[in-house]
């Protein structure tokens, strides 16, 4: 993705001359042929992250059209009150691009892990929200990033994922991409990950249950007709992100839900959970560790689909049965028959 | 040639063509003066009338925003988002009162406007919000913010080919923040000769002594050190603040930033609010007020 990003950048550059890029010291030589054509317009500004965001409002406020780069903690963590103050509260048109979202960066540990950015920008007033899942989509967020009038916060995995478009789709930030139709649940991946819902996808056919992956690239904002069929035509929809289950995608889905009449869908969110993920190794030892590999999330999915099947057979055998309606009000129902589904069992990842 | 034709619509009395202090000195002197009692009356009422404190912050540097916006600056109220017009950044937003009594002194809206100073749907809030009032250029109030931006601004100007000077007034107590820091290293990196910063060196931060917060001194080794040209003058001396604003060149080329380093006295200019860090949160009451405008000389 960060290659992807580098040449779409300097072609972003070459045709408008608004465009400045401030890194914070990292992406060895990745921006070197930018840096050769484009002279000043190309700043280290230096391990210094709250200063560069400044910098890049200052920019934006005076025409210009920064892009912000560095690893995702600390284009977002370390700088989140010059974000908020600077980028948002003034509007400004800025870029801020993380790269290593998520795991990416595994085995550096939890100080360049990046699992609370999109819980952290996300509630921040004016701030657009986007995670490409391939190197495409990628090139056509930032062209439709740029393309805003206020700032975007753009995060990205690192290099080598899978792509999964076969050229650079049609990007519109807030209207997820479908990848994959499908009739019984649906899954909204967001970021880098996508690859590892279209596998969980196939599992999942392999098994009998159709399901429609989704590239849900833009977290905020929700693209809310989308959500509404889905929750409407789905048994499930399930969220898929390498981020926190607190505050990320599956949140934002959760608040968007119970904020409605109720819909037939049920939601599943999988994410990483509420704790540091100090083991190292790779990103994708990371993601088995932490439930967010395909067997796991096909497992899942599946098994919801499987108790929700129980359940509506249930009901059925209920409103069959004349005893039950003479039952007293809120007598508690005998067990296994009927009483809610307890805690999602894989929800308790460690 | 851009530049040129600019200057002539950015009239300033200084900044852009007459140079500073351009007719009898000591009747602009006498001006100068005269602006900045002025402007305090204006800001203790201010105070009093709203119940909004920082009152000894924004007396601090009534006697720098009169320097920039009646010598130096190159600026035309009537046409405040000129692209070219020099930038003025207030990050030690809590004496916005200040700012705004000077941007009405000059024109820039009228000055019945100061009356709603910090009410609810004031075009004038206790700090500066964006774009609020023709003149403000950033909203601030959470320190360590203006000079960053500034930084951007001044380099926006040398990739645009524009002529304008950014100028950033912080608080001593605000140099406690890592970002100005930050800041501060990377302008010389980028010679960046078209910033300024202005520190009102009033010696007192919220609670305490500045020095006994943070050793901020030597304040004038300290940016030396980190690379700017660094001049210590007396921050009630209009005249010569606004000698030590005029070395940034307009349409100068690449060189060190400025940093002005303004040695203030808090609360000053009212005889019993001088030094005594109580009124950076105290309101004055009916009879202080009227005290104070006496001392002023606008009873």
């Given at each position: 993705?960060?290659?992807?990003?580098?040449?779409?950048?300097?072609?972003?550059?070459?045709?408008?001359?608004?465009?400045?890029l401030l890194m914070g010291d990292i992406g060895?030589?990745l921006f070197?042929?930018f840096?050769?054509?484009?002279?000043?317009?190309f700043l280290n500004c230096g391990?210094?992250?709250?200063?560069m965001?400044?910098?890049?409002?200052?920019?934006?406020?005076?025409?210009?059209?920064?892009v912000v780069y560095t690893?995702?903690?600390?284009?977002?963590?370390?700088?989140?009150?010059?974000?908020?103050?600077?980028?948002?509260?003034?509007?400004?048109?800025?870029?801020?691009v993380?790269?290593?979202?998520?795991?990416?960066?595994?085995?550096?540990?939890?100080?360049?892990?990046?699992?609370?950015?999109?819980?952290?920008?996300?509630?921040?007033?004016?701030?657009?929200?986007?995670?490409?899942?391939?190197?495409?989509?990628?090139?056509?967020?930032?062209?439709?990033?740029?393309?805003?009038?206020?700032?975007?916060?753009?995060?990205?995995?690192?290099?080598?994922?899978?792509?999964?478009?076969?050229?650079?789709?049609?990007?519109?930030?807030?209207?997820?991409?479908?990848?994959?139709?499908?009739?019984?649940?649906?899954?909204?991946?967001?970021?880098?990950?996508?690859?590892?819902?279209?596998?969980?996808?196939?599992?999942?056919?392999?098994?009998?249950?159709?399901?429609?992956?989704?590239?849900?690239?833009?977290?905020?904002?929700?693209?809310?007709?989308?959500?509404?069929?889905?929750?409407?035509?789905?048994?499930?929809?399930?969220?898929?992100?390498?981020?926190?289950?607190?505050?990320?995608?599956?949140?934002?889905?959760?608040?968007?839900?119970?904020?409605?009449?109720?819909?037939?869908?049920?939601?599943?969110?999988?994410?990483?959970?509420?704790?540091?993920?100090?083991?190292?190794?790779?990103?994708?030892?990371?993601?088995?560790?932490?439930?967010?590999?395909?067997?796991?999330?096909?497992?899942?999915?599946?098994?919801?689909?499987?108790?929700?099947?129980?359940?509506?057979?249930?009901?059925?055998?209920?409103?069959?049965?004349?005893?039950?309606?003479?039952?007293?009000?809120?007598?508690?129902?005998?067990?296994?028959?009927?009483?809610?589904?307890?805690?999602?069992?894989?929800?308790?990842?460690? | 040639?851009?530049?040129?034709?600019?200057?002539?619509?950015?009239?300033?009395?200084?900044?852009?063509?007459?140079?500073?202090?351009?007719?009898?000195?000591?009747?602009?002197?006498?001006?100068?003066?005269?602006?900045?009692?002025?402007?305090?009356?204006?800001?203790?009422?201010?105070?009093?009338?709203?119940?909004?404190?920082?009152?000894?912050?924004?007396?601090?540097?009534?006697?720098?925003?009169?320097?920039?916006?009646?010598?130096?600056?190159?600026?035309?109220?009537?046409?405040?988002?000129?692209?070219?017009?020099?930038?003025?950044?207030?990050?030690?937003?809590?004496?916005?009162?200040?700012?705004?009594?000077?941007?009405?002194?000059?024109?820039?809206?009228?000055?019945?406007?100061?009356?709603?100073?910090?009410?609810?749907?004031?075009?004038?809030?206790?700090?500066?919000?964006?774009?609020?009032?023709?003149?403000?250029?950033?909203?601030?109030?959470?320190?360590?913010?203006?000079?960053?931006?500034?930084?951007?601004?001044?380099?926006?100007?040398?990739?645009?080919?524009?002529?304008?000077?950014?100028?950033?007034?912080?608080?001593?107590?605000?140099?406690?923040?890592?970002?100005?820091?930050?800041?501060?290293?990377?302008?010389?990196?980028?010679?960046?000769?078209?910033?300024?910063?202005?520190?009102?060196?009033?010696?007192?931060?919220?609670?305490?002594?500045?020095?006994?917060?943070?050793?901020?001194?030597?304040?004038?080794?300290?940016?030396?050190?980190?690379?700017?040209?660094?001049?210590?003058?007396?921050?009630?001396?209009?005249?010569?603040?606004?000698?030590?604003?005029?070395?940034?060149?307009?349409?100068?080329?690449?060189?060190?930033?400025?940093?002005?380093?303004?040695?203030?006295?808090?609360?000053?200019?009212?005889?019993?609010?001088?030094?005594?860090?109580?009124?950076?949160?105290?309101?004055?009451?009916?009879?202080?007020?009227?005290?104070?405008?006496?001392?002023?000389?606008?009873?």
């Amino acid at each position: 993705m960060r290659n992807a990003f580098a040449e779409a950048l300097l072609a972003a550059a070459r045709r408008d001359p608004r465009v400045v890029l401030l890194m914070g010291d990292i992406g060895n030589r990745l921006f070197d042929p930018f840096a050769a054509e484009c002279g000043e317009r190309f700043l280290n500004c230096g391990i210094a992250e709250a200063n560069m965001i400044g910098v890049a409002a200052g920019l934006a406020l005076s025409g210009l059209r920064p892009v912000v780069y560095t690893i995702a903690p600390f284009a977002t963590t370390r700088c989140l009150e010059q974000i908020r103050v600077d980028l948002c509260y003034h509007q400004a048109p800025a870029v801020v691009v993380g790269v290593g979202g998520g795991f990416a960066y595994a085995s550096l540990g939890p100080t360049h892990h990046a699992c609370e950015d999109l819980a952290q920008l996300r509630t921040l007033p004016g701030m657009t929200v986007v995670c490409p899942g391939d190197a495409h989509e990628v090139r056509a967020a930032l062209c439709a990033a740029l393309a805003r009038p206020g700032p975007v916060y753009l995060r990205l995995g690192k290099k080598g994922e899978p792509r999964v478009h076969e050229r650079e789709p049609e990007l519109v930030i807030g209207r997820a991409l479908v990848l994959r139709a499908g009739r019984d649940v649906g899954l909204l991946a967001t970021g880098a990950i996508l690859p590892v819902a279209l596998e969980a996808g196939q599992r999942l056919a392999a098994a009998g249950i159709s399901a429609e992956v989704v590239s849900f690239h833009t977290v905020k904002p929700l693209d809310e007709a989308y959500l509404s069929r889905a929750f409407s035509r789905f048994r499930a929809v399930v969220s898929i992100e390498e981020h926190s289950l607190l505050g990320g995608l599956g949140s934002a889905l959760a608040e968007w839900l119970v904020d409605r009449d109720p819909l037939p869908a049920r939601l599943l969110r999988i994410g990483s959970a509420d704790a540091f993920h100090g083991e190292g190794g790779s990103q994708a030892q990371a993601r088995a560790r932490l439930g967010l590999d395909a067997a796991s999330i096909a497992a899942r999915t599946r098994a919801l689909c499987e108790r929700l099947e129980e359940r509506e057979g249930e009901h059925a055998d209920r409103s069959r049965d004349p005893r039950r309606d003479r039952q007293a009000p809120g007598a508690r129902p005998a067990r296994g028959s009927g009483a809610p589904a307890g805690p999602d069992p894989g929800g308790d990842h460690p | 040639m851009r530049c040129q034709r600019t200057s002539a619509r950015l009239a300033s009395r200084a900044g852009a063509g007459a140079g500073p202090m351009a007719g009898d000195p000591e009747r602009r002197r006498e001006e100068l003066e005269q602006r900045a009692r002025r402007l305090r009356a204006t800001l203790v009422e201010m105070s009093h009338r709203s119940g909004a404190p920082h009152l000894a912050s924004g007396l601090s540097c009534v006697e720098i925003l009169v320097a920039a916006y009646f010598e130096v600056l190159a600026l035309d109220p009537r046409h405040p988002s000129d692209p070219e017009r020099d930038r003025f950044l207030l990050s030690k937003g809590h004496a916005a009162a200040a700012l705004y009594a000077a941007l009405a002194l000059r024109g820039f809206f009228p000055g019945s406007w100061l009356e709603r100073y910090a009410q609810a749907g004031s075009p004038l809030p206790e700090q500066p919000a964006p774009g609020c009032v023709p003149g403000v250029e950033l909203a601030t109030g959470s320190l360590g913010h203006g000079l960053p931006v500034g930084l951007g601004m001044a380099l926006a100007a040398r990739l645009q080919g524009r002529p304008q000077r950014v100028f950033v007034l912080l608080g001593d107590g605000e140099c406690n923040e890592g970002s100005v820091w930050e800041a501060a290293l990377l302008a010389p990196a980028r010679r960046l000769g078209n910033l300024a910063a202005i520190i009102d060196a009033n010696r007192w931060q919220a609670t305490a002594r500045s020095e006994e917060v943070m050793a901020l001194a030597p304040l004038r080794a300290k940016w030396e050190a980190f690379g700017w040209e660094a001049l210590e003058v007396d921050g009630h001396d209009p005249v010569a603040l606004a000698r030590a604003l005029a070395r940034v060149p307009r349409s100068g080329g690449p060189g060190r930033p400025l940093a002005v380093i303004a040695h203030t006295v808090k609360g000053r200019g009212v005889s019993f609010m001088e030094d005594d860090n109580n009124w950076h949160y105290r309101i004055p009451t009916a009879p202080e007020l009227a005290a104070a405008r006496a001392e002023l000389g606008f009873p």
